[in-house]
């Protein structure tokens, strides 16, 4: 049941949605994340052998075959949205997602079950890709229409808060276990199963804030009707594409610089794990932390001005950076490299959600977000490992460096050419 008017319009109200829709937000991403977090420990688990980067290779691929459900997640879940209802969408998403992380926690290893053991690991992950393939549209489409149109980049921009958050939590349990509870021998054969554990017991809580939340202003009975994939392609062709050239150098320097990142100091940079971890904890810390600063500039200065911002410097220092980062011999030295490159990425990833968000009107609106979204993160975000890895393994790590910065450029060339959809949002002509 939806709230009355009055509290629709209150401060309050908002405040407690913006809680009800991050906090599953932070579960699921931190279910994800924590696969890639932990993959150090348990890649020897699943694929014995001696050479740790093939290893990592393989549970990477893992990682990009999950992002190949990420479409089919943003179809279903996002269909499901504009439909039933945010609420209905974002409250199953969480629920497959826990089940995903259950199913890693508890499958036996190699020398147990065999080939059994990444074939369940590959299992696992394409449900989990399924789960957080529909999470992105629904919550993007809900903290976007939740929001007073002055404060929307704000808003907004909590979602990659708590998208960070969950790689935080990750971090966090990740240095508890190293530093407190376990040993490095504990951690690498038994230990790495309880984040998996803790994943699926933190959405039961998502699942109680997500049933008790108020579903969405902009969603009506005749609006429910309406959103479906012949609808997106016949008349928004142009949004959905647009979408595609937004997200495709931003999400691949997401992942470049936050999932693979604590890789790259391990096997390039040559840190230990747990110095690593501590390093990528800090900065991940710092980068959640400047998203609402970006959200709130957007909001005075519009969404185009960020966006160019990232796309000129991304394309001009990520070479620079990468190349500097894989010679550096002082942490302080990484620290501050990595740091750069956040700063530069938060362009994209503080708004990305809400100028998508604007694309669409509001019977659309969650599937037209997902869907393109996931599909240009299954082909570009979730192969960054795999491709990183790849160009280590053959001897040229410095192709991937321009790899990056050309699909940078290919967003470049969409952001000059977009309209700011802060100054013709669809959310703004609609009626609460």
Request: net charge positive; aromatic share 12%.
């Amino acid at each position: 049941m939806s709230p009355g008017k009055n509290q629709h319009g209150s401060a309050m109200w908002r405040y407690k949605a913006i809680l009800s829709g991050t906090i599953g937000n932070l579960v699921e991403w931190y279910d994800w994340y924590v696969y890639t977090t932990f993959a150090l420990y348990f890649a020897p688990v699943f694929f014995p052998g001696d050479n740790k980067t093939v290893q990592l290779l393989n549970t990477a691929a893992i990682f990009a075959v999950g992002f190949l459900m990420r479409p089919l997640g943003g179809w279903i879940f996002g269909k499901m949205a504009d439909q039933k209802g945010r609420k209905t969408s974002m409250t199953l998403s969480v629920l497959l997602m826990s089940f995903g992380s259950m199913l890693i926690a508890f499958t036996p290893g190699y020398h147990s079950i065999g080939i059994m053991a990444p074939v369940l690991l590959l299992v696992a992950r394409l449900l989990q890709g399924l789960s957080v393939g529909g999470e992105y549209g629904s919550s993007a489409t809900y903290l976007s229409e939740i929001a007073p149109a002055s404060r929307r980049g704000f808003f907004s921009s909590f979602q990659y808060v708590t998208l960070i958050g969950g790689q935080l939590l990750a971090l966090s349990i990740q240095v508890l276990l190293q530093k407190v509870i376990l040993t490095h021998e504990q951690l690498a054969s038994w230990g790495w199963r309880i984040p998996f554990v803790i994943g699926a017991l933190l959405a039961i809580v998502a699942l109680y804030m997500r049933k008790n939340m108020e579903e969405s202003l902009h969603l009506s009975p005749k609006v429910q009707e309406k959103g479906s994939l012949k609808l997106l392609l016949k008349q928004h062709p142009k949004a959905v594409f647009t979408v595609v050239g937004l997200t495709l150098g931003g999400t691949l320097a997401f992942y470049t610089y936050t999932t693979y990142m604590q890789k790259f100091l391990v096997n390039t940079v040559h840190l230990s794990i747990e110095r690593s971890s501590m390093l990528t904890f800090y900065l991940m810390l710092i980068y959640a932390a400047i998203q609402p600063l970006f959200g709130l500039l957007s909001d005075k200065i519009g969404r185009k001005p960020l966006l160019m911002g990232f796309g000129i410097l991304g394309t001009i220092f990520t070479v620079p950076i990468l190349a500097t980062l894989s010679h550096v011999t002082e942490e302080w030295q990484a620290f501050l490299l990595i740091l750069a490159a956040l700063i530069i990425v938060s362009g994209y990833t503080s708004i990305n959600a809400v100028v998508k968000a604007e694309l669409f009107p509001a019977q659309i609106r969650a599937l037209g977000v997902g869907l393109p979204y996931a599909l240009t993160v299954a082909i570009f975000g979730g192969t960054a490992e795999t491709v990183a890895l790849y160009c280590k393994k053959i001897g040229h790590e410095q192709y991937f460096y321009f790899y990056v910065a050309t699909c940078i450029f290919i967003s470049l060339i969409v952001y000059t050419l977009v309209k700011d959809t802060k100054t013709t949002s669809y959310i703004d002509h609609e009626k609460h």
